[in-house]
Every structure is written in structure tokens, then in C-alpha cells.
């Protein structure tokens, strides 16, 4: 069984902070195959981040991404109000899709 | 803009079937690179993906839900639909419909529905 965990789970930070999320993979995911998404409450889940570091059309560059094989990152530099929400990562590979956790970021 | 949007039945009784439709509009639902994929969320908790589907009919499941997801497609009406047999409580869930965008450099969800919730009760 393919599983992503993030940590922490709940993240208190201050607006203008710095935020790094992890994931972890219990087997090697492809660069190409793993994507970040942010969530609000009642809102559908929105992407940021694909193929490990690229930003998705129209994501601030204060959100970036990076790692390799079974250990990948999102980091905020600074984090502005409407940051305050939940991240997912997610990978592809033999045909299955597996999301993690989640992290919830919140006002400290 | 490609748009996509859930509808069926809010509320189910344990043991029966779930049943929803995503519609695809902004764009037609045969194009290549494109797969078609459910998400659920239950209340509180986070994203567990159900399966995709590409236009083909080609289909990839869960495991863990294998055995009572069909996930079908239907090129005239740009919909593509879910059944989950069997529900319990536990299914009670927002659904999600979504877009994955394949390829060599892009793979990812990148057009959501807005979610429907369907509850699991007698």
C-alpha cells in the first residue's frame, strides 16, 4: 500500500512567517507525479504546485516546492492571511493516486 | 474555461447504491491527456481519492473501494458518473469530480468540481 504522510499536522505560524510542509512517501515517487494542493473550508481543493517545484497558472512565488524520491517539501516564505488553510501532496504511479494527509496551516 | 459540475442525490439509505454525474463543460470530455477522476472528502477529514476514468472507458480504482466502484463515461453528454454500492455511514462524504491533466511534464488535478454532499441515512 502506497502511503504519503505530511507533517506536522497542524502548523501555527503569524502572517509574514515562513511555513515548510512535508511529505513523505513509504516508496520512491517520480518528480514528474507529485503535486500540492491548497484547501479552504467549503471550497474544493486547488492546485499549486506540480511535477515536484513548478507552480501552477496564476500561484504567487512565495509558494515553492522541491525534494526527490521519497521526501518532498512545500515551503511559503512568507505568509500572507489568505495562506491560513490545508495542504495536501499527492502522487501518481501504477495507475493510482494517493493523497496525503493533509496539513492544516494556522493563524498563531 | 472548463467547468465541472456534480449533481445526484444528497441524501442515501444504507445498503443502496450511491449514484452521481459530473458534467464537463468549456471543453470536451474526449480529449487526449485528459482523465476524469472522483475525490471524496468526509466531514472533518481529508482527500481520498476513488478512481479515474480516461474517455477510452479505461478505468483505475481505489483498491480499497475496488469491489463497489464502477466509474463510467459518456462521450455524447460530456459526463462521466460513479456508483458505489453498498454505503454505509462511513461513505457519507463531500464528493468531488476533477480533471487530471497527464502527460510527460503534467500530471496533476487541476479542474474541480465545487463538491456534493451526499449523506448515508435511513
Known amino acids: ?108 | 474555461q472548463l467547468q465541472l459540475q456534480e449533481s445526484g442525490p444528497g441524501l442515501v439509505k444504507p445498503s443502496e447504491t450511491l449514484s452521481l454525474t459530473c458534467t464537463v463543460s468549456g471543453g470536451s470530455i474526449s480529449t487526449s491527456n485528459n482523465y476524469w477522476g472522483w475525490i471524496r472528502q468526509p466531514p472533518g477529514k481529508g482527500l481520498e481519492w476513488i478512481g479515474t476514468i480516461f474517455y477510452s472507458g479505461s478505468t483505475y480504482y481505489n483498491p480499497s473501494l475496488k469491489s463497489r466502484v464502477t466509474i463510467s463515461v459518456d462521450t455524447s453528454k460530456n459526463q462521466f458518473s460513479l456508483k458505489l454500492s453498498s454505503v454505509t455511514a462511513a461513505d457519507t462524504a463531500v464528493y468531488f469530480c476533477a480533471r487530471w491533466r497527464g502527460g510527460e511534464l503534467a500530471n496533476y488535478f487541476d479542474y474541480w468540481g465545487q463538491g456534493k454532499l451526499v449523506t448515508v441515512s435511513s
Open chain 1, 1 to 108: 500500500e502506497f502511503v504519503l504522510t505530511q507533517s506536522p499536522v497542524t502548523l501555527s505560524l503569524s502572517p509574514g512567517e515562513r511555513a515548510t510542509l512535508s511529505c513523505r512517501a513509504s516508496q520512491t515517487v517520480s518528480s514528474s507525479y507529485l503535486a500540492w494542493y491548497q484547501q479552504k473550508p467549503g471550497q474544493a481543493p486547488r492546485l499549486l504546485i506540480y511535477g515536484t517545484s513548478s507552480r501552477a497558472s496564476g500561484i504567487p512565488d512565495r509558494f515553492s516546492g522541491s525534494g526527490s524520491g521519497t521526501d518532498f517539501t512545500l515551503t511559503i516564505s512568507r505568509l500572507e492571511p489568505e495562506d491560513f488553510a490545508v495542504y495536501y501532496c499527492q502522487q501518481y504511479g501504477n495507475s493510482l493516486w494517493t493523497f496525503g494527509q493533509g496539513t492544516k496551516v494556522e493563524i498563531k
